[in-house]
């Protein structure tokens, strides 16, 4: 790449309109940083380096280099002074964008920190936009007396932020899309209310029974009654929660979005769990990995339909509900009235 394309590139990123600016995004958790290992992440146009010391803080920068714009998520910490250093000349930068220079930190920071907010282990950002609503309170109400069991799905897909979104709150799709392993047959809900960024509702799913191949293939569906009663709660625009009992305790899933470019979107699954009894506990973590890779499986089911969509005409058909769906794309497209 020579450097007219790489100005003109930069000059792409710096002229981006920023998705939905002001809301508050969750970017990771913070068991999917390694401790004093830099992390990239891409948000809004933007590339930030984040890294998380021995003492379990978080930082996080611009990842271009003031220098000669090397990406400093492929440097490393500098522990005994907690700066990351760049690849290219070794120049460290403290979390709060200063250098490091002549064994002492310089005066004014020279690259830009990233705001973060991090609660719970959750690591919340505004991309240094003035916030227009609160970061919700979602996923600890909702986990007070779960176990945190893992992370699921964590990709990039290559697709527009709004229809990531909408496959978030269309459940109807689950039938067809995620019909192998789950086997659904029936869905219907109730207690369907709008609260202004909150939507709840009432969930219930009948499935076709597994085979024993099945099972053994994968256990988890051994814990699947024939009747799933789910319990969903959305928070506009990034977190969508589903609580569903099973024959040995409940799972609270969260699948979170966050807008990488016009063409990117970023996702992952938290997994939390409320087992009955000790030995559900016991079998809640003897079957952790399955449960890992079968949400693996599901944002991967996913990502192909929206990889795969056409361009988006207006719809011959409509299904039951599907107003849930539609209301999120109300609040998308009139955020910028949202004072």
Same mark, same amino acid.
């Given at each position: 790449?020579?450097?007219?394309?790489?100005?003109?590139?930069?000059?792409?990123?710096?002229?981006?309109?920023?998705?939905?600016?002001?809301?508050?995004?969750?970017?990771?958790?913070?068991?999917?940083?390694?401790?004093?290992?830099?992390?990239?992440?891409?948000?809004?146009?933007?590339?930030?380096?984040?890294?998380?010391?021995?003492?379990?803080?978080?930082?996080?920068?611009?990842?271009?280099?003031?220098?000669?714009?090397?990406?400093?998520?492929?440097?490393?910490?500098?522990?005994?002074?907690?700066?990351?250093?760049?690849?290219?000349?070794?120049?460290?930068?403290?979390?709060?964008?200063?250098?490091?220079?002549?064994?002492?930190?310089?005066?004014?920071?020279?690259?830009?920190?990233?705001?973060?907010?991090?609660?719970?282990?959750?690591?919340?950002?505004?991309?240094?936009?003035?916030?227009?609503?609160?970061?919700?309170?979602?996923?600890?109400?909702?986990? +007070?007396?779960?176990?945190?069991?893992?992370?699921?799905?964590?990709?990039?897909?290559?697709?527009?932020?709004?229809?990531?979104?909408?496959?978030?709150?269309?459940?109807?799709?689950?039938?067809?899309?995620?019909?192998?392993?789950?086997?659904?047959?029936?869905?219907?809900?109730?207690?369907?209310?709008?609260?202004?960024?909150?939507?709840?509702?009432?969930? +219930?799913?009948?499935?076709?029974?597994?085979?024993?191949?099945?099972?053994?293939?994968?256990?988890?569906?051994?814990?699947?009654?024939?009747?799933?009663?789910?319990?969903?709660?959305?928070?506009?625009?990034?977190?969508?929660?589903?609580?569903?009992?099973?024959?040995?305790?409940?799972?609270?899933?969260?699948?979170?979005?966050?807008?990488?470019?016009?063409?990117?979107?970023?996702?992952?699954?938290?997994?939390?769990?409320?087992?009955?009894?000790?030995?559900?506990?016991?079998?809640?973590?003897?079957?952790?990995?399955?449960?890992?890779?079968?949400?693996?499986?599901?944002?991967?089911?996913?990502?192909?339909?929206?990889?795969?969509?056409?361009?988006?005409?207006?719809?011959?058909?409509?299904?039951?509900?599907?107003?849930?769906?539609?209301?999120?794309?109300?609040?998308?497209?009139?955020?910028?009235?949202?004072?």
């Amino acid at each position: 790449m020579n450097s007219s394309t790489i100005n003109q590139n930069l000059a792409e990123t710096s002229n981006s309109v920023a998705i939905l600016p002001g809301a508050p995004w969750l970017i990771a958790h913070k068991s999917m940083l390694k401790v004093n290992q830099p992390y990239k992440i891409t948000f809004n146009h933007q590339d930030y380096v984040i890294w998380k010391n021995n003492d379990g803080e978080v930082f996080a920068l611009n990842n271009i280099c003031p220098h000669m714009q090397a990406p400093l998520s492929d440097g490393w910490i500098c522990t005994e002074r907690n700066t990351i250093a760049c690849p290219f000349h070794a120049l460290e930068f403290n979390g709060e964008g200063k250098l490091y220079q002549e064994d002492k930190l310089q005066g004014k920071p020279i690259t830009q920190p990233l705001d973060l907010i991090v609660e719970d282990d959750l690591i919340w950002i505004y991309g240094n936009h003035q916030p227009r609503i609160p970061v919700p309170n979602l996923i600890p109400r909702i986990t +007070e007396g779960y176990q945190f069991l893992g992370i699921a799905g964590e990709q990039s897909i290559p697709a527009l932020f709004l229809k990531c979104l909408k496959i978030n709150y269309d459940f109807n799709h689950a039938i067809a899309t995620h019909r192998e392993p789950l086997k659904l047959d029936q869905i219907q809900v109730y207690n369907y209310q709008e609260n202004g960024f909150y939507l709840t509702l009432e969930q +219930e799913v009948m499935r076709v029974n597994n085979s024993w191949q099945e099972i053994i293939k994968n256990p988890v569906l051994f814990t699947a009654p024939k009747t799933l009663h789910n319990h969903f709660e959305y928070s506009f625009p990034s977190t969508s929660s589903l609580i569903t009992q099973t024959d040995f305790g409940e799972v609270a899933q969260f699948f979170i979005l966050y807008p990488e470019t016009d063409q990117s979107t970023k996702t992952f699954v938290l997994l939390y769990i409320k087992p009955k009894n000790k030995f559900s506990h016991f079998l809640f973590l003897l079957l952790k990995s399955y449960w890992l890779k079968s949400f693996d499986l599901i944002i991967e089911q996913d990502a192909h339909a929206l990889e795969t969509l056409y361009s988006e005409q207006k719809p011959k058909i409509r299904l039951p509900r599907e107003e849930i769906m539609f209301y999120a794309e109300k609040l998308y497209r009139k955020w910028n009235s949202i004072k």
